[in-house]
Structure formats: C-alpha cells, structure tokens
C-alpha cells in the first residue's frame, strides 16, 4: 500500500471493536427516504445541509413552518432533511403514509424526510452517529436533547454546528451560514 495512504489511514481511523469508523464523509452514509428510497446525501454536494429531528406531537411541532419557510427562501444553496424520530416522549407514533400526510397537510412541507430513526442510543443512526461524534464529523461531540433539534453542514459536507430545539430554524444563528 502507498505510504500516502498507509498515513491517512491510520490517521483518519481506528480500530476497536466498539468503534471502526472514524471521519466519514456524511456523503456516504446511506438513509433511506420516508418513501423507503434511498436519499444520496451527495446529491446535496455544494449545499448547506440542515437535519432536523422532528416529530409531530410535540411542542415544537410548528417549526415544520419554519423549516418549510427556510427551505423556500435558501433552496438554491440548502436542503432541509426531516428526521422523524419517535425517542423523545413518543411524540412521533405514525407510520410513513401518517407522517408524509401531517406534514404535507398541516405544513406544506416539501423538503425531503426519512424514514423514522434512532438518533440516540444504541440503534442510534449512522447519520446521527457522524452529527453526535467528534470522532466522526472532527469538529464537535452533541447529544440529542430533544424533538427538533437542528445540525448544520457547510456545502463541502464539513460540520458547522448544532442548535437546540428552542432555536427557530430562521434564527440568524442558522441563517448568517446561508447569506
């Protein structure tokens, strides 16, 4: 093996039996979409990435509005990503058709969704695991607090940073990213 390569191995990476993957490229984590098609995080290559774990029992369930409005005023250099997540208070209790349906509805949320996941715990997601872990995205370790809480990705798939449930998804904390 090229020693060039031997290097960034073994400085990008680790092997424990807890813990191979090390600095991945949020490119290539495989999610699938709430339609059960994959959704290729490299399709966004060149665009601010903003995951949202959203839920739609929960209080901070009209932020999908926001989110929405965010998504239309920035689509040319953002995609939203809903994370239906049902860990917090199980306060996301539908199936695909219940979900899609309350938010197209309620919302007219038209940015993509995945599938319900795990974005904390050990069946967390291989995205939350890269979001959460220093070790993953080489910038900042988090943890999940609750329903709605917002991760930033600049447009060369590099972490920015994380917000509260409490932040509004039109914050100036988000927004001055996109300007």
Known sequence: MNPLKIFMATLFSTSS???E???TSIYDIPILGLNGKP???SEYKGKYMLFVNVASK?????????LQELYEMYQDKLIVIGVPCNQFGNQEPGNANEIESFCEVNYG????LTK??????KNQHTLYQWLTQKTRNGTKNSTVKWN????LVNPNGE???YYFSLTSPTSSKITKHLK
Do not use: E, M, R, W
């Open 39 to 41: 959704i290729q995080l």
């Open 21 to 23: 993957i090390h600095l």
């Open 58 to 66: 929960c209080g901070f369930t009209s932020q999908y509005k926001a």
């Open 17 to 19: 039996a807890s813990n």
């Open 159 to 161: 972490f920015i940073d």
């Open 148 to 151: 709605f809480q917002k991760y």
């Open 116 to 121: 319900k996941i795990d974005v904390k715990g």
């Open 109 to 112: 949320v038209t940015f993509p």
